[in-house]
């Protein structure tokens, strides 16, 4: 079913934003994108999803690979012992002495789902032959694995944006007509309100068409 996505600003990257525009994604493709009135009228059967703020293309996590192996994502029974955020450091390695196989998957499922609540689509790896179940994990989430360049030292960070960079350098690469329809929502105003607000404030992402997250 072809669903219409419309946002008070969609920045496609390497082309113009469009203010009230919308994506139209048929299948896990992106059919169309422009003003939101133009995009409805031509698909009028369409679904439309209505979202607040800003619709971009989903972001790139170049360091999914430590964020999966060498961080704890606690479970939410969790969060009074061990709070919320992923353990790293020390406090991972204390973890990781006594950690059984169903407990580190554990933490990788919520670390993956925890990527795609911050608009996540993109991973760099390697999930390689060296640990088949941290690869089929990823192959499960239906995140996308790319190359990229690894990121820097210190803790490594949900959020995209931590690493510093803008929106370009961010995504995974542009919104495009034909292209795969990954992309995020996040309830801001513009590119400047993300960056300083960070990916947290994801309210949506889809993946190959799918709504993968949706805030409460």
């Known amino acids: 079913m072809l669903t219409v996505h419309a946002a008070s600003l969609v920045l496609p990257v390497g082309a113009a934003a469009v203010a009230e525009g919308a994506v139209a994604v048929d299948g896990d493709r992106i059919a169309a994108i422009g003003p939101y009135e133009e995009v409805v009228a031509a698909h009028p059967a369409a679904r439309v999803r209505r979202w607040p703020g800003l619709l971009t293309p989903g972001l790139r996590q170049d360091r999914a690979r430590e964020l999966l192996t060498r961080c704890y994502h606690p479970d939410p029974r969790e969060a009074d012992e061990l709070g919320e955020l992923p353990l790293w450091g020390e406090e991972f390695e204390r973890l990781a002495a006594t ?118």
């Open 99 to 216: 950690m059984d196989t169903a407990r580190r998957a554990g933490s990788v499922r919520r670390g993956l789902q925890r990527m795609l609540r911050h608009g996540t689509t993109h991973v760099v790896g390697p999930f390689g032959a060296d640990d088949p179940g941290l690869r089929t994990a990823v192959s499960r989430s239906g995140l996308v694995q790319t190359q990229g360049r690894p990121g820097d030292g210190g803790p490594p960070d949900l959020d995209p944006f931590a690493a510093g960079g803008d929106l370009a350098a961010t995504a995974h690469g542009p919104l495009t007509v034909g292209g795969r329809a990954d992309f995020a929502v996040f309830d801001v105003a513009d590119e400047a309100a993300l960056r300083a607000g960070g990916a947290r404030l994801c309210v949506a992402t889809v993946l190959a068409g799918r709504l993968v997250h949706r805030a409460r």
